[in-house]
Each structure stands twice: as structure tokens, then as C-alpha cells.
């Protein structure tokens, strides 16, 4: 006959712990007070939905893995969850920034910063948003790099073709034929407040 193993009774021990913690987990502690950070397009409300968090939700339960809905959000770029002990939830939400719109009266999206498709953007939004358009080849992605760049210049309308770019900011025009053309030249855009500055890889022309 062998010997008992002393190992085993303390396993079943622990499997049996481990159980009765888990499912206590289910009961308590739990949400009684929700906090979420977010500056943009999502409010409140909007946030809880998406992070499928309410009041009285285990608190151990609600992890990083239980805001995929949350950050599959086009507007989204990034959120956390963090456990405020003994009972609150922080979410803190970063949201995508529009930067351009394309054209038309009512368009169904805008582009983000990053290049990201941003849908039903409010109107508030739409009214403060320089236009993007274009034909040819797409160059959506180039314009927006282009408008980043300018983003203090307030510009009002990209417009691109195969030859170049065509930008419009109050009473200033520039053309460009490329962005890398655009930093090659970078110090006469700058100081370019009126009238058309054309801008070629060997300089730039300016007409009042």
C-alpha cells in the first residue's frame, strides 16, 4: 500500500478557496459610484454604454478587457479603466480630433487627425472644419498631413489634383505640388499672409 500524498488535500483546499472567492467576487465589492474623463465628441452616458459598466457591477469584474466595445469606438483612440477602492470606477477616455471635412452640405463623416474616418459628426463640428477635396488619384492622406502642418494658419479649403495642391487660408492662397515640395520651402510659406505663393522644387513665385 503506498503512501498518502500530503500534497493533494491541499490542493483541494485551494481549487475550493479559489472557487468560493470567485464567486463572492460576484457579489461584493461592487460599483456604487462611476467617474469618467473625457473632453469631445462622447459624454457621460455615452461612455457608460459603450464601456457596458453600471452601478452595481462586480468591481473586480470590470478590467481593461471590458472596454473593447468602448475602444473599437471610431472616436476613440485609447481608454482605461482604473478601480478606485472601495467602491468607484475612473474611465478615462482620449478621444480622435476631427481635422477636415470633405465637401458638401451635410457630409456623413469627418477625418481625424490621424487619418481616421470619424462618423456623424455633429454640426458644431462640421462649421469649424477647413474642407478637403480633390480629384484624380486619391491624396486624401498627403492633404491631411498637409493641413497638420498648417494647423495654426487657419486654412479654410485643401484642394488637390495630379498637379499638386491648392490651399486657401483667408486672404492667402499657396500651391504646392507635393507636402515635401511645402517643407522644402517652409519659411517663405510662413511668412506668405497675401495673394498666391506658387511653390516649386526650385522656389516659390508670389502674385498679389
Known amino acids: ?3 498518502r500524498n500530503p500534497v493533494r488535500p491541499w490542493l483541494i483546499a485551494l481549487a475550493v478557496l479559489t472557487v468560493a472567492l470567485t464567486t463572492a467576487s460576484r457579489f461584493w465589492p461592487t460599483v456604487s459610484s462611476i467617474e469618467v474623463r473625457v473632453d469631445g465628441h462622447y459624454g457621460f452616458d455615452d461612455v457608460v454604454a459603450l464601456a457596458d459598466v453600471a452601478e452595481g457591477d462586480p468591481l473586480l469584474w470590470v478590467t481593461q478587457w471590458r472596454l473593447r466595445h ?3 469606438d ?5 481608454a482605461t479603466v482604473t478601480r478606485v477602492w472601495p467602491d468607484g470606477l475612473l ?5 480622435r480630433k476631427p481635422l477636415a471635412r470633405p465637401a458638401g452640405q451635410a457630409p456623413a463623416f469627418v477625418w481625424a487627425e490621424d487619418g481616421s474616418v470619424l462618423p456623424e459628426p455633429p454640426a458644431e463640428v462640421l462649421q469649424s472644419l477647413p474642407v478637403l477635396d480633390g480629384w484624380g488619384r486619391d491624396r486624401t492622406q498627403e492633404a491631411l498631413a498637409l493641413l497638420r502642418l498648417l494647423n495654426s494658419r487657419g486654412v479654410e479649403v485643401v484642394q488637390y489634383s495630379p498637379e499638386g495642391f491648392e ?4 486672404n492667402a492662397r499657396v ?3 507635393s507636402l515635401e515640395a511645402l517643407r522644402r520651402h517652409w519659411a517663405a510659406v510662413q511668412s506668405h499672409d ?3 505663393l506658387a511653390v516649386y522644387p526650385w522656389g516659390v513665385s508670389h502674385e498679389e
Not at 74 to 78: L, R, T
Open 175 to 177: 500651391f504646392t505640388p
Open 194 to 196: 497675401a495673394g498666391r
Open 167 to 170: 490651399i486657401a487660408m483667408g
Open 70 to 72: 468602448l475602444e473599437a
Open 91 to 95: 474611465i478615462d477616455v482620449w478621444e
Open 74 to 78: 471610431p472616436w476613440v483612440a485609447h
Open 1 to 3: 500500500m503506498g503512501e
